[in-house]
């Protein structure tokens, strides 16, 4: 079955630009994370919906970072004016329920110039 | 110090060896541990998932949780090359038990 589907692939940026990244869950998944990873690092939670709700942002870096997912479905990651600190892969992860197995996309592979 | 502890490697072993990956944490909260396989471009890969102190096997891997020491290990048995990856240890708390708190992971290569 599909797994988890992000897009873009890789996206390159200049510096104060905006950015929005997708993740199109697993069907049927009610849970939603995203991660960010640098570089042989661990991904670092960012952010949690259970369906449309937003439950927890603590791990957004600043308030350049937002994210949602208005239908309970797909979700958009979104960093304004972007900076080279912001480069990095940005994974979304899903799951059945709540604190279940979380089952990782690919990633975006986020530049910025 | 970081929460999660994990030797980067890399780790290069041939093929049939019993392989060994450690994690120390220092958060006496996290319930629930996790182990990850991230193949090279890829998402990681849930390969364990349990919760609290004692063994749990699934086929060629085996994963120990010590909670009065808080070392997590996950062995596989019978190494194969495509074990070859990164694994990355990860866990949670049961009050934020969605919040992933992951190791930098390990570079495991079997050769054949």
């Known amino acids: 079955g599909a797994g988890v589907s992000q897009s873009p692939r890789y996206k390159v940026t200049k510096r104060g630009q905006d950015v929005a990244l997708r993740c199109d869950p697993i069907s049927g998944h009610v849970s939603l994370y995203w991660y960010r990873q640098a570089l042989g690092q661990g991904p670092e939670f960012l952010t949690y919906f259970n369906y449309e709700a937003q439950q927890d942002k603590s791990g957004l870096p600043n308030d350049r970072f937002s994210a949602e997912r208005p239908e309970g479905s797909i979700s958009t990651l979104t960093i304004q004016r972007t900076e080279q600190r912001d480069s990095a892969m940005y994974r979304c992860a899903s799951s059945l329920d709540e604190g279940l197995a979380q089952h990782f996309g690919d990633g975006t592979r986020l530049s910025i110039l | 110090q970081k929460e999660v502890e994990q030797d980067p490697g890399p780790l290069s072993v041939p093929e049939g060896a019993i392989v060994s990956l450690n994690c120390t944490y220092s958060?006496?909260?996290?319930?629930?541990f996790m182990w990850y396989r991230q193949y090279s471009r890829k998402g990681p890969e849930l390969l364990m998932y349990t919760y609290s102190s004692g063994n749990k096997e699934d086929g060629r891997f085996t994963a120990q949780v010590d909670k009065s020491s808080k070392y997590i290990s996950l062995f596989i048995r019978d190494s194969q090359p495509s074990d070859s990856a990164t694994y990355l240890c990860?866990?949670?708390?049961?009050?934020?038990?969605?919040?992933?708190?992951f190791g930098k992971g390990t570079l495991l290569t079997v050769n054949p």
């Open positions: 990860a866990m949670s708390t049961r009050g934020s038990n969605y919040k992933l708190t």
């Open positions: 958060n006496s909260a996290f319930q629930y």
